[in-house]
């Protein structure tokens, strides 16, 4: 997965205007082939397009999208250890984005709880960097989403960033 291919024309919310990007023939990755990729590597992650290329769909607004290639992580992972607790977690945080999008702020705030949770189970088994982030910071990250909920700022837009904070992992 190329973390520099560009974007979609639009970010997938559900019960929005735009079609199902795999489902409809006129969504924006209608008939491609799912790429699994390969394990992200904790000590390797800058070598991991699927990683890289979620954070710039994240980091861009593209939720639905950031949550979809972190997925495939999150299996190719075996769903378990630290690596894969950790991309479940930024999973439940585009998660929160995208209720943000749907304006369901008490979905916001299950996902963002949630990522904060398991943000901190890894913390207590590898310390405070993992996949590049610091632990710490994120979970706070996700513990403020969780107890104030933002709103879409452009409801309705193709694509809009609703979080004031970027992934930059170092």
Not at 6 to 21: D, E, K, L, S
Not at 28 to 35: I, M, S
Not at 105 to 126: C, F, K, S
Not at 132 to 146: D, F, K, P, Q, Y
Request: with cysteine; aromatic share 10%.
């Amino acid at each position: 997965m190329d973390p520099d291919a560009p974007f979609p024309p639009y970010a997938f919310v559900p019960q929005g205007p735009w079609p199902h990007p795999t489902g409809s023939p006129r969504g924006h990755a209608f008939g491609r082939a799912h790429e699994v990729p390969d394990p992200v590597g904790a000590g390797d992650w800058k070598r991991s397009g699927a990683y890289l290329r979620g954070v710039a769909l994240f980091n861009a607004g593209y939720y639905w999208e950031a949550h979809e290639a972190w997925e495939g992580l999150w299996h190719a992972e075996g769903r378990r250890g630290a690596t894969a607790v950790l991309l479940k977690a930024l999973i439940k945080l585009a998660a929160a984005g995208v209720k943000v999008r749907q304006g369901q702020p008490a979905g916001v705030v299950t996902h963002a709880g949630r990522a904060a949770a398991l943000i901190d189970a890894v913390r207590e088994q590898v310390g405070d960097r993992w996949l590049g982030l610091v632990l710490e910071e994120w979970a706070a990250t996700a513990r403020r989403i969780a107890a104030d909920p933002p709103r879409d700022p452009r409801p309705g837009a193709a694509v809009c960033r609703v979080f004031d904070v970027v992934l930059e992992p170092t």
